[in-house]
């Protein structure tokens, strides 16, 4: 079988490029030919030859696929996480997501609640929907991009700079948990993608020595990134279903998110992270992790084991492959 993984920004080191290169990886070892092309770095107009094309972002998918000469039959879609969030209700761009799903001979979700909402929106695609969460991504040793501190706390926010994101609302909250524990650092991790916020956040950083800003480096490097870190936040508007944040819960390290369904659906408050609805919680939940090295050790590890429990990368091509069967069958 030969597998065409259709990704937006494919050559920028995004959650989706995350997503597609950790499926295609399982797939090859159940002996899956895949090929990954980025639907946004040119223009196509005749695909390359495949059994099934896996489109990932449904409005992005849909504007791309109308430019080629001959639109890929079969084909399903992954809803990511800003074409659920914000595309399916955009008036602009409603009706061509709808038209992405409705061609699509299967849909997939990270979650039930993604299911509820592209239903409620559209029901005569639910029967072809189906719920994979993501899976964990291996790493290579790899020595870290820069050294942490010695006696210092280390939060590492990993985010393209873009508004969704919410990194300068993350500074100011991190900032006023440094003026109470001088020790806390912070890392910004992620390529600017849109340029005016990406300005505001290096101002930003300018103003602060204990903050770095790492930009844009290799996925492999992350891993030796969670190893320095103390704790990962999330601090995003929305999500669909973050790879950082279960990359993070993966290596057993404490998480604090903001309060978004996709974050809600990986973390379970007090349980295996922390989840704030508010700035004064951000700094209640941030000091618990600094000063309570039990509790701070006790969610690291149920986060770990969760995401061993639910967020296997063999599962998830397991069933990549029998929805790709059934749909060529």
Do not use: C
Not at 229 to 243: K, R
């Amino acid at each position: 079988m030969r597998v065409l993984l259709a990704s937006p920004n494919f050559h920028q080191p995004r959650g989706n490029t995350v997503t597609v290169q950790r499926i295609a990886n399982s797939l090859e070892k159940l002996a899956v030919d895949t090929e990954i092309i980025s639907t946004t770095d040119k223009e196509w107009t005749t695909l390359p030859e495949a059994d099934i094309v896996h489109g990932f972002h449904a409005y992005h998918f849909y504007k791309f696929i109308q430019k080629l000469d001959k639109m890929p039959n079969p084909y399903m879609v992954t809803i990511t996480g800003t074409d659920l969030n914000h595309d399916l209700f955009d008036e602009h761009k409603r009706e061509d997501v709808f038209a992405s799903l409705k061609g699509a001979k299967a849909i997939h979700v990270f979650d039930d609640k993604a299911r509820e909402v592209i239903s409620n929106e559209l029901s005569e695609v639910e029967d072809k929907i189906f719920t994979i969460a993501q899976g964990n991504s291996d790493f290579p040793i790899e020595k870290s991009p820069l050294e942490k501190g010695e006696n210092t706390f280390l939060f590492v926010l990993p985010a393209g700079i873009r508004k969704v994101k919410n990194v300068p609302e993350a500074v100011e909250m991190m900032s006023k948990l440094h003026d109470k524990f001088p020790s806390v650092r912070l890392w910004l991790v992620g390529p600017i993608i849109e340029e005016q916020e990406g300005k505001a956040v290096e101002e930003l950083v300018r103003q602060h020595d204990w903050i770095e800003y790492l930009g844009q480096v290799t996925h492999s490097s992350m891993g030796a990134i969670y190893q320095s870190a103390d704790a990962v936040l999330n601090t995003s508007h929305t999500e669909g279903q973050s790879s950082a944040i279960i990359e993070a819960m993966g290596y057993g390290l404490p998480v604090l998110v903001s309060n978004n369904s996709g974050n809600r659906n990986i973390v379970t408050h007090h349980r295996t992270g922390f989840v704030y609805k508010t700035p004064n919680e951000f700094l209640d939940y941030g000091e618990q992790i600094i000063n309570n090295n039990e509790i701070k050790q006790k969610i690291g590890q149920q986060a770990k084991q969760y995401i061993a429990d639910h967020h296997s990368s063999s599962y998830e091509a397991d069933h990549f492959l029998k929805i790709y069967e059934s749909i060529l069958s």
